[in-house]
């Protein structure tokens, strides 16, 4: 009856492998490495790149231990920090030889020190959070209302815009918090702009109500439309903020979404706070001005002549010269939206631009008066500004106009991207802060680290005194428990922290529960008199529905934690839930092929090494009292 | 070896009036404690700034205090943080001033007095974050006891999911009782433990009620009193057992995982004793008060549907 059959061997032994392999890359450590990554949007890494670097360290005699190419970065591997920082150096000399205009971002790193096999089954160590390897932690709010406010202001001006164009009298378009009113005398006119809301403002909803002689008319941001922006705007200030955060140098920056309108940042290793909020609070700003085509500017271009006065030199893209005028005409704050498309005609890739009434209208008197001029859009990001693009002005452009012509799909792409993330698009604040030193997390790790292993320690010897052979098993069957738990959390890769720790910690004291209830089971029913192969397979058998009862409530308070968790909380209900699972499988499971293995073959099995079976005296069971 | 060698069944029952009332009086003084004193609550919960800074050699608080008092910070709390070298200083959330740039006056003046203080760490947090934490958290503990509740009335019968959830959140509120005498810290962490402890304790009513429900089929003769000291002598020694194993982990927290752990194995520690005792004593006790009896978990065998002799069937006596 103690016999298991050969499939549940096999999957014992399959959870024992991949456990195992998974497990390992946490015992490798970590190794000094370099990371490259892009810089700038328009900065594509890749095979080139990883040769150049290879060429630059085969030229310095730098060793390397190991080159990979990952689709956003390249990372190479030394043997020491001292090479490393050689290395860096480097590096840095061959990829970036102008600082003030850097393409790469060259950081050093750590990087799992475990063997390329590990890493080709895509088996990776557990990722460290914060409170363990020392680094910054931010967490924004986006202001949505200003978002949205910011965008009722625009669709404001273009509807009046629109209006005008279709000369419909009105008593004037006014924007009063997020929504806009329209006054008019005549149905007719409130008729007319209801059909240009209908057919031309997707975003708008109108409603009218009579006042007094007058109409009312009050259009409001439909509400999926109002979910869009602010998707649309958390979305644009995370794009700006990897930009900005990309010139602090850090390896691995996590930027995400944390509920609707919430940016969570990241930068471990980081300890400068003060830069770190600077990088994240300054704000770029995008002009548009025109480019200086004297005779003077040209000469000045060519690198013959002063530059003329009223003009500036700006460098574009791909490094060629720009002689630009410096009157402004419009600044990013008129920009509502830049968006990557195709020609309906010329099938070629274009970008979308729209900007907001009163840009348009300027945009529409520059470009009639400097037809076949060209219009450099420049960006000023750390007081340094650069010429994103130089158009040709084709025709007379209004509040939506297009840049077309000799680019890739991903040039418009990248273009579009820069155009959006010159600014915020809405204002943000910071409302949680974590900063925490490297020798702290060190030291976290280790306490951490402590508390398991004597724990485990201690609760495995008091298992094996009290129990004997069966406490040996249940050690086992709860080192397999420590084994799996973080297996999983690094298929996962689950960050680890502290109360993440002390969750294991825990899991592990509340796994030997399973153990001991069953060991309880086995010695009560050997009391009672059974055969021990008998007993045996009924302690592991009642047994199991007070687990299964026991876990579940457990469980119930894991998820709990999950779903309203947050932070630190988080991290300990991951660990917990999984760790309630994983002992499930292990305590019962595992420790019954064990001791199948070991007494399910002895057919005349006579005792069991389960420590001391008291019996009262007498040899009669435990009986009720009267 | 065996530590429990009981001979009878000890007759826990008998006692349950002063169990009850012991429990009671314990649970009112935790509730006069959080009503007169309230929870310490950490700086996630209140909103503000927390600096932990390290000295090279033993730190003199007042000092710090004093310069961080002349910055024009009211409310400032400096104390020693683990060892002697390091220092916490909590600053309160103050509206209108950018607390980003709190922490970096503070390590400015600090430097000042001391070139080799060094910044070990920095948490602000904003009062809105603080406000979500408190409702996240009452979320998240009603979703605890309602889960349970439904899991055991359930599993078992409405009684004893009323006996275990009282009995558990009576643990929980000794907890948070002790939290308040003492003005322990109450952070994330420890609401988490607290949190946990509800799921674990009731693992201990479970098994307890697993082997009510056994002895009722069992033994037929036995009234509910003695069914229910039977049921806690002989899950006694595994009771004792786990909760031990689970102290040994817990305690190896409170011994070698530092000053961050130290709270939350505080509460565990506390949750784990009291679960025990409420496990036994209370839940048990409760669901007797509650009137528990044997009809209510063994059911008459339900008959198969379809049945013929069903008076109540529509389909009675059909035939395809």
Known sequence: MNRYPVWKYAIILIALLVGAIYTLPNFFGEAPAVQVSAAKATMRVDATTRNRIQQALAGAGIPPEAITLDPNSVKVRFDSTDTQLKARDVIQKALVPDPADAGYVVALNLLSGSPQWLTALRAAPMYLGLDLRGGVHFMLQVDMQAALTKKAESLAGDLRLSLREANVRHGGVTRSGQAIEVRFRESQALEAAKRIIADQFPDLQAVDAPEGTEYRMTATIRPDAARRIQDQALKQNMVTLHNRINELGVAEP??????????????PGVQDTAKAKDILGRTATLEMRLVDESAEARAAEMGTGPVPFGSERYLERDGRTVIVKRQVIITGESLTDAQPGFDSQTQQPKVDLTVDAKGGRIMRDTSRE?????????????????????????????????????????????????????????????????????????????????????????????????????????????????????????????????????????????????????????????????????????????????????????????????????????????????????????????????????????KKLKAVSIGTVWRPAGGKALAPSE | MEFFKIRRDIPFMRHALIFNVISFLTFAAAVFFLVTKGLHLSVEFTGGTVMEVGYSQPANVEKVRSTVAGLGFSEVQVQNFGTSRDVMIRLPAQKGVSTAQQSEAVLTALRQEDPGVTLRRTEFVGPQVGEELVTDG?????????????????????????????????????????????????????????????????????????????????????????IIDSAITATISRTIITHGSTQIMVLSMLLFGGPTLYYFALALTIGICFGIYSSVFVAAALAMWLGIKREDLIKTPVKREGDPSDPNDPNAGATV
């Open chain 1, 254 to 267: 996590v930027i995400q979404q944390q509920g609707l309108d919430r940016i969570v940042v990241q930068l």
């Open chain 1, 370 to 602: 400097n037809l076949r001029k060209r219009m450099a859009i420049l960006l000023f990001e750390k007081g340094r500004g650069e010429v994103l693009t130089a158009p040709v002005i084709q025709g007379e452009l209004g509040n939506r106009f297009q840049i077309s012509g000799s680019m890739t799909v991903n040039e418009a792409n990248d273009l579009a991207l820069l155009l959006r993330a010159g600014s915020l698009a809405a204002p943000m604040e910071i409302i949680e802060e974590l900063t925490v030193g490297p020798t702290l997390g060190a030291e976290n790790i280790s306490k951490g680290f402590q508390s398991v292993v004597w724990g485990f320690i201690v609760i495995c010897i008091f298992m094996a005194a009290y129990y004997m052979l069966f406490g040996v098993i249940s050690g086992i069957a709860l080192a397999f428990n420590l084994v799996l738990l973080v297996a999983v959390l690094s298929m996962l890769q689950a960050t680890l922290t502290l109360p993440g720790m002390a969750a294991m910690a825990l899991a592990l004291g509340m796994a030997i529960d399973s153990n001991v209830l069953i060991n309880e089971r086995i010695r009560e029913e050997l009391r009672t008199g059974a055969a021990p192969q008998a007993a045996i397979n009924t302690g592991y058998d009642r047994a199991w529905a007070t687990i299964l009862d026991s876990n579940i409530t457990t469980l119930i308070a894991g998820i709990a934690l999950l779903t309203f968790g947050s932070g630190p909380v988080r991290g300990f209900a991951v660990v917990h839930t999984i760790g309630i699972l994983t002992s499930m499988f292990s305590a019962v499971f595992f420790s019954r092929g064990l001791v199948n293995l070991w007494y399910g073959r002895q």
């Open chain 2, 138 to 226: 009452l979320k998240a503990l009603a979703m605890v006891v309602a889960g349970i509740m439904v899991y055991l009335a359930f599993r078992f019968e409405w009684k004893y999911a009323v006996a275990g959830i009282i009995a558990n959140l009576h643990d929980i509120v000794i907890i948070l009782g002790f939290f308040a005498y003492f003005q322990w810290e109450f952070s994330l962490a420890v609401l988490a433990a607290v949190l946990a402890v509800l799921g674990y304790s009731v693992n201990e009513s479970v098994v307890i009620f697993d082997r009510i429900r056994e002895n009722f089929r069992r033994y037929r003769k036995l009234d509910t009193p003695q």
